[in-house]
């Protein structure tokens, strides 16, 4: 059995201490590929670097919304997409949950990343928290030509409805185990098996029966664990589906 975590930040300070123990620790427990994602210039540049030390992770780059509370320059985005190892742009998006957010800077630096993903021919992994009406519209307005993923999705069936309508892919990550993740479940039923991904967003969100432990991307495993069960089918089959469906997303030969 080999699994694909489709988003991770093992690029995040909680890994300072032990990052190469604990990507070998992933390696060694069916972990086949990871994807490490950047959310600002920062991370972007430690994504890649990441990328070009292990064969099989690869990198995103972009601005967060967090990061789009003010003008900022995204040209670090045309350098970084000439290595060969980065496959999106992401995580970019729109996140309404703070107060402090400035919502038309967000929603700008959000299209001119997706135009920018569509000048460089890569995918888009969009961070959606609180505001997706405000998403659903720009998405209807601004066409991403090689398609994106919902990560870390939480929100509702009519929403995950929505998103499929546009031909994107929904990531699940831990909360799918949560105990209260009760729309969730249902969401985890109704995916189209070719539009399943699977994701850890480490080192946050861990799922049962690690909840509140630092994640990695070996627990990508239980988030498996439980579509499956969900869906009626083994892990190894849900493992095999949204490996290959991260694959064809990211254009990972």
């Known amino acids: 059995m080999e699994l694909f975590d489709s988003h991770a930040h093992l690029n995040d300070e909680a890994f300072d201490e032990d990052r190469e123990k604990i990507i070998q620790k992933c390696f060694e427990n069916n972990i086949a590929f990871i994807t490490e994602v950047g959310y600002s210039e920062e991370t972007s540049i430690k994504a890649v670097a990441l990328a070009e030390q292990y ?54 630096y959000f299209i001119k990343q997706i135009e920018l993903a569509n000048e460089l021919n890569l995918p888009v ?38 998103i499929l309508k546009l031909g994107g892919y929904i990531s699940l990550a831990g909360p799918v185990t949560f105990k209260n993740a009760k729309g969730l479940l249902e969401v985890a039923k109704m995916i189209p098996e ?42 190894e089959n849900v493992a095999q589906i949204t490996k290959e469906n991260a694959k064809t997303f990211y254009q990972i030969l």
Do not use: W
């Open 194 to 235: 070719n539009r399943l991904l699977i994701e850890t967003d480490c080192p946050y969100l861990a799922p049962e029966p690690h909840r509140g432990t630092r994640n990695d991307s070996s627990n990508v495993y239980y988030t498996a664990q439980k579509i499956a069960e969900l869906r009626n089918t083994t892990i």
């Open 55 to 108: 064969p099989n992770i690869y990198a995103t780059i972009g601005a967060h919304p967090d990061e789009c509370n003010q003008d900022i320059d995204l040209s670090f985005i045309k350098k970084l997409a000439q290595n060969k190892k980065v496959v999106a742009i992401g995580e970019i998006g729109l996140d309404y949950h703070y107060e402090t957010t400035q919502k038309e800077m967000q929603e700008k």
């Open 125 to 162: 992994s969009i961070h959606s928290r609180d505001a997706d009406m405000d998403m659903l519209e720009i998405l209807k307005k601004h066409t991403i030509s090689n398609n994106f993923v919902m990560h870390c999705f939480s929100s509702s069936v009519e929403i995950a409805k929505e």
